[in-house]
T-cell receptor, first 115, second 114 residues
Framework: DTGVSQDPRHKITKRGQNVTFRCDPISEHNRLYWYRQTLGQGPEFLTYFQNEAQLEKSRLLSDRFSAERPKGSFSTLEIQRTEQGDSAMYLC?????????????FGPGTRLTVL | AQKITQTQPGMFVQEKEAVTLDCTYDTSDPSYGLFWYKQPSSGEMIFLIYQGSYDQQNATEGRYSLNFQKARKSANLVISASQLGDSAMYFCAMMPYNTDKLIFGTGTRLQVFP
């Protein structure tokens, strides 16, 4: 049973550079979520997709952030012109919505460090 | 405002003992789900247990049980027979059913000692 995978696991970049992260959800899951977690805090919601449609974006997601899920399978999260405040763990989660609890299963995360 | 509060930044428990991690929540939505996740030092969030707001019985999953007190808006996690591998951060989260996102607390760091 393959879980949620994320790539890369770690990314170090210089301020002003663009970065892109990938998330592969559990294969039959129709929803995919992105969260951001800073040190000492719980994860905060960024955005989510149902199949290929992006249904909600948090106000945390500035214009420099964009997410896609082009074929309703994997997703990418791009950050343009990175800032030091973007340093965080970026977590992806997926779920299968079929009534009842929408239990989200998380990947291992991508830890971003902006120098 | 919808919020999760975890007032214990850290907890210690001896191996084989039980421990309770506190969680209170605030929501005006009548329907919601409550979740607990474990986050080891490696970083991944591991789903532990779920409780629906209309569930009559407290949820249990192996050594994990959720002490759900709806009137007090609390959803405490009880871990029985603690093991060294239980040492991790534990997060309580809520999903009001009119949204599709999890709202997390700040977590409790549990350390199990021999």
């Amino acid at each position: 049973d393959t879980g949620v995978s994320q790539d890369p696991r770690h990314k170090i970049t210089k301020r002003g550079q663009n970065v892109t992260f990938r998330c592969d959800p559990i294969s039959e899951h129709n929803r995919l979520y992105w969260y951001r977690q800073t040190l000492g805090q719980g994860p905060e919601f960024l955005t989510y997709f149902q199949n290929e449609a992006q249904l909600e974006k948090s106000r945390l997601l500035s214009d420099r952030f964009s997410a896609e899920r082009p074929k309703g399978s994997f997703s990418t999260l791009e950050i343009q012109r990175t800032e030091q405040g973007d340093s965080a763990m970026y977590l992806c989660a997926s779920s299968l919505v079929q009534g009842g609890a929408d239990t989200q299963y998380f990947g291992p995360g991508t830890r971003l460090t902006v120098l | 405002a919808q919020k999760i509060t975890q007032t214990q930044p850290g907890m210690f428990v001896q191996e084989k003992e039980a421990v309770t991690l506190d969680c209170t929540y605030d929501t005006s939505d009548p329907s919601y789900g409550l979740f607990w996740y474990k986050q080891p030092s490696s970083g991944e969030m591991i789903f532990l247990i779920y409780q629906g707001s209309y569930d009559q019985q407290n949820a249990t999953e192996g050594r994990y049980s959720l002490n759900f007190q709806k009137a007090r808006k609390s959803a405490n996690l009880v871990i029985s027979a603690s093991q060294l591998g239980d040492s991790a951060m534990y997060f309580c989260a809520m999903m009001p059913y009119n949204t599709d996102k999890l709202i997390f607390g700040t977590g409790t760091r549990l350390q199990v000692f021999p």
